[in-house]
């Protein structure tokens, strides 16, 4: 495991489409994120995850989005009924646990997925 | 949730220079500060990062000093070089607070 890894890497869909992403966390970190980040900006925090339980959603999480990470491990962020405006590149980050002291806060960020709607 | 901005949006220097870049944050119980650096195409990279209790880290040519009285900290890069050119970000979060929240970010351009 050698970090965390996001697929796929590029998404062009006609709008309208659903489109699905998928994060693959490191695997010992039990906390994960995904971020949305358009060009010149920087990454805007969509929603959160300890473990299986979904904890924190931001209100740019449209109910056109949903998210879930059904065993605590990779997570899935499926957009419905695509817009242009949803067009940017999606991150999906981890960290370790708030026990584990050295390092806790540290989020370790995929490469990313970029969407583009056409 | 924590409100974090970052100063300034761009910084173009030459090769050699110092470049300083500031971040300023409310929420006054944020005890961890990283400082991340984003290169195009790619997803976000710690570069350093301080705790509360501590005022200053380095690290060979990086390094992050805090101000928690005044609720900034600031990203130094000494003797850039064309490599350091990219987009970095300081991210504001404490233990408590889930809901990490990014600075706009700042394009630094160091010209050979």
């Not at chain 1, 994060?23 to 990454?43: A, F, K, M, V």
């Not at chain 2, 991340?36 to 350093?48: D, M, N, R, T």
Request: some cysteine.
């Amino acid at each position: 495991d050698t970090g965390v890894s996001q697929d796929p890497r590029h998404k062009i869909t006609k709008r309208g489409q659903n489109v699905t992403f998928r994060c693959d966390p490191i695997s010992e970190h039990n906390r994960l994120y995904w971020y949305r980040q358009t060009l010149g900006q920087g990454p805007e925090f969509l929603t959160y995850f300890q473990n299986e339980a979904q904890l924190e959603k931001s209100r740019l999480l449209s109910d056109r989005f949903s998210a879930e990470r059904p065993k605590g491990s990779f997570s899935t962020l499926e957009i419905q009924r695509t817009e242009q405006g949803d067009s940017a590149m999606y991150l999906c980050a981890s960290r370790m646990p708030d026990r584990v002291l050295s390092g806790a806060n540290v989020l370790t960020f995929g490469a990313g997925s970029r969407l583009t709607v056409l | 949730g924590e409100n974090v901005e970052q100063h300034p949006s761009t910084l173009s220097v030459q090769e050699g220079d110092s470049a300083v870049i500031k971040c300023t944050y409310s929420d006054s119980a944020s005890n961890y500060f990283p400082w991340y650096k984003q290169e195009l195409g790619k997803g976000p990279q710690l570069i350093i990062d301080i705790r509360s209790n501590v005022g200053e880290k380095k690290d060979q040519r990086i390094a992050v000093t805090l101000n928690k009285t005044a609720k900034h900290f600031s990203l130094h890069i000494t003797e850039t070089q064309p490599e350091d050119s990219a987009v970095y970000f300081c991210l504001g979060n404490n233990n408590a607070g889930n809901m990490l929240t990014f600075g706009g970010g700042t394009r630094l351009m160091v010209e050979p």
